[in-house]
T-cell receptor
Framework: DGGITQSPKYLFRKEGQNVTLSCEQN?????MYWYRQDPGQGLRLIYY???????QKGDIAEGYSVSREKKESFPLTVTSAQKNPTAFYLC????????????FGNGTRLTVT | AQTVTQSQPEMSVQEAETVTLSCTYD???????LFWYKQPPSRQMILVIR??????QNATENRFSVNFQKAAKSFSLKISDSQLGDAAMYFC???????????????FGKGTKLTVNP
């Protein structure tokens, strides 16, 4: 079955360390997205990519970086510059048309202490 | 910038009853898409229903339907014959086709937590 796989489900890191969250999709979707979810905040867009080797900053990109070397993969690196990295991170993909819904992965819960 | 407001942080409903979740949005655009997503305790976001702004007919998906009032910028979700499995966070979302760089970002509300009582 096609879908989006995020790994790991839970991730723990020490403050000051960079950490990379994995996102892989086999839906043949062109567009991919990273959202951050905090309690009472809804979902906020970190980065998105419409095609391979291209990506754009979302609303809260500071302290994060991404790459899109393959259509199927869109890893997110949470750097030590991110002031409040502890959150739930959701990856999504879509065909890229504005009427196409987003398909989401199961998310990664990152805890930084 | 577009904003989406869900004024009910929490709602509850008795099993088999009907509940309506509210959503309003702010935009100056004439065409856009609206979505309702469900996030159960597993935390995966699941598309419930979608509505294109230029379509006057309200979208329906089985027990889920919307009341789309374009002039009032309102997009409420009605769940009929509520089931225990409907318990979840529900997010309203707005998508514009005219965002920067031609992207199609989704703007989310803060969500409504729905509890279904047996």
């Amino acid at each position: 079955d096609g879908g989006i796989t995020q790994s790991p489900k839970y991730l723990f890191r020490k403050e000051g360390q960079n950490v990379t969250l994995s996102c892989e999709q086999n839906l043949n979707h062109d567009a991919m997205y990273w959202y951050r979810q905090d309690p009472g905040q809804g979902l906020r867009l970190i980065y998105y990519s419409q095609i391979v080797n291209d990506f754009q900053k979302g609303d809260i990109a500071e302290g994060y970086s991404v790459s899109r070397e393959k259509k199927e993969s869109f890893p997110l690196t949470v750097t030590s510059a991110q002031k409040n990295p502890t959150a739930f991170y959701l990856c999504a993909s879509s065909r890229g048309n504005y009427n196409s819904p987003l398909h989401f992965g199961n998310g990664t819960r990152l805890t930084v202490t | 910038a577009q904003t989406v407001t869900q004024s009910q942080p929490e709602m509850s409903v008795q099993e088999a009853e009907t509940v309506t979740l509210s959503c309003t949005y702010d935009t100056s655009e004439s065409d856009y898409y609206l979505f309702w997503y469900k996030q159960p305790p597993s935390r995966q976001m699941i598309l419930v229903i979608r509505q294109e702004a230029y379509k006057q007919q309200n979208a329906t998906e089985n027990r889920f339907s919307v009341n789309f009032q374009k002039a009032a910028k309102s997009f409420s979700l009605k769940i009929s014959d509520s089931q225990l499995g409907d318990a979840a966070m529900y997010f309203c979302a707005y998508r514009s086709p005219y965002t920067q760089g031609g992207s199609e970002k989704l703007v989310f509300g803060k969500g409504t937590k729905l509890t279904v009582n047996p």
